[in-house]
């Protein structure tokens, strides 16, 4: 039989499958205990509550079955403007906002409109994955900024940027998930936030707000947005249902100036002309009627009581073996420096074990920055399960400290 390799595009020779989808693959197996994914909790799906949006597929079928258009049903737009008003600073306007397939096509989205090969983007390192991987397809390169527990350092930022164009390159924007970052668990200090926005405008480069788990805060008050500082136009905010509602319904939202926003529609036209409508009426009658705002403090306490569980796990099991971590006050994911043990070694140990966790080298720019870090999720399994889980992880570091 023939094969396709020859053919490929040069993007998909360099193309590289995600470890968390290779990983999920394994989820399923008997015993598995998963720390890999990022996946809510399946029992917080608000299922009954969003069913009754089902009645509009009665009484307005038609319509919702047929195309939508691109730029999103607007209702579900104008339900956002307001509702993330306090976040954004001031109610934003239709023109600003459009609705997408998951926030992750936003990142495609964003890599047509504003990457040509060979523009840098500087983000943090570690950083989210499946962000590095859509950039990359666009043919951007990447120079990385430290963080630590108040997020990304931008004061390295300025240095940075004045070096690399001294090299001749073009620094187009800096990437930055700002609240409970994917994977580090840090939030940017709102010090941070307002320094980031002098350092884009002195520097005429732009910035891509990604904010998923925002919403999903367990200990301190709401940060305003870099968005919300931000009264030159520089920055983009992404947003999404995923996390505070359910993946499933693929909704995602993207905020900016007019222009940018028009020209995202443009590419998304081209892309998949509209995301579902269906999904799109379903989620705006559960937001009119309330639920998303009745219902988010469940997803908040019963992943604020996961969370606590794996800290204490990870100061019963963890702590004596030298793993250190930076406690999360919300999101998803504990970010570990596992005491020295090589963490693509520890992954396929813990495997063994029916533990799955993320080695950090895929999050990194440098993957020798990542070669001692992992990712840890515990937004999917239940308090005794984490446990559990937590125990086998350090049964597998333990053999590797200990010499055979």
């Not at 995202?264 to 036209?269: E, P, R, S």
């Not at 997803?299 to 406690?327: C, Q």
Request: some cysteine; hydrophobic content about 40%.
């Amino acid at each position: 039989m023939s094969s396709w390799t020859a053919s490929f595009s040069d993007i998909a020779q360099k193309a590289k499958p995600s470890p968390v989808r290779e990983l999920l693959k394994l989820v399923n197996r008997p015993g598995m205990i998963s720390f890999g994914g990022g996946m809510p909790a399946p029992e917080v799906f608000p299922i009954d509550q969003f069913f009754e949006g089902a009645e509009q597929l009665k009484t307005n079928g038609k319509l919702l079955l047929q195309y939508g258009t691109t730029e999103g049903y607007s209702p579900l737009r104008e339900f956002l403007c307001k509702w993330t008003a306090p976040r954004m600073g001031r109610e934003l306007t239709l023109d600003e906002i459009i609705l997408t397939t998951g926030s992750q096509q936003v990142l495609d989205l964003f890599g047509w409109a504003v990457i040509d090969p060979g523009d840098v983007v500087i983000t943090e390192d570690p950083s989210y994955m499946a962000a590095l991987n859509a950039f990359s397809n666009h043919g951007a390169d990447f120079a990385s900024v430290r963080m630590d527990g108040d997020g990304m350092i931008v004061s390295d930022i300025p240095p940075l940027i004045e070096k690399l164009r001294k090299e001749g390159k073009k620094v187009k924007f800096i990437y930055t998930i700002v609240n409970f970052q994917n994977p580090g668990g840090a939030t940017m200090s709102v010090e941070r936030r307002k320094e980031l926005v002098s350092i884009a405008e002195k520097y005429e480069v732009k910035i891509y707000e990604d904010d998923p788990y925002g919403y999903i805060r367990f200990d301190g008050e709401h940060l305003p947005s870099i968005f919300s500082f931000d009264k030159a136009g520089n920055t983009v905010y992404a947003g999404s249902f995923s996390k505070i509602l359910s993946p499933g319904v693929r909704i995602g939202w993207v905020s900016g100036p007019k222009d940018i926003v028009r020209q995202l529609a443009v590419f998304k036209q081209s892309l998949d002309l509209c995301s579902s409508t269906v999904t799109q009426v379903l989620t705006y009658e559960y937001c009119r009627k309330g639920y998303l705002d009745s219902h988010l403090p469940n997803i908040i306490a019963n992943y604020r009581v996961k969370r606590d569980a794996m800290e204490k796990s990870f100061e019963r099991h963890l702590s004596p073996l030298g793993v250190t971590w930076v406690k999360p006050q919300g999101g998803f994911f504990y970010w570990l420096n596992v005491g020295g043990v090589n963490s693509d070694e520890l992954a396929v140990r813990a495997l063994d074990k029916n533990v799955a966790i993320l080695p950090g080298a895929p999050f990194c720019i440098d993957p020798e920055a990542g070669i001692h870090s992992a990712r840890v999720n515990y937004t999917f399994s239940q308090p005794d399960v984490i446990e559990e889980g937590v125990s086998r992880l350090a049964q597998a570091i333990q053999e590797m400290k200990t010499p055979a």
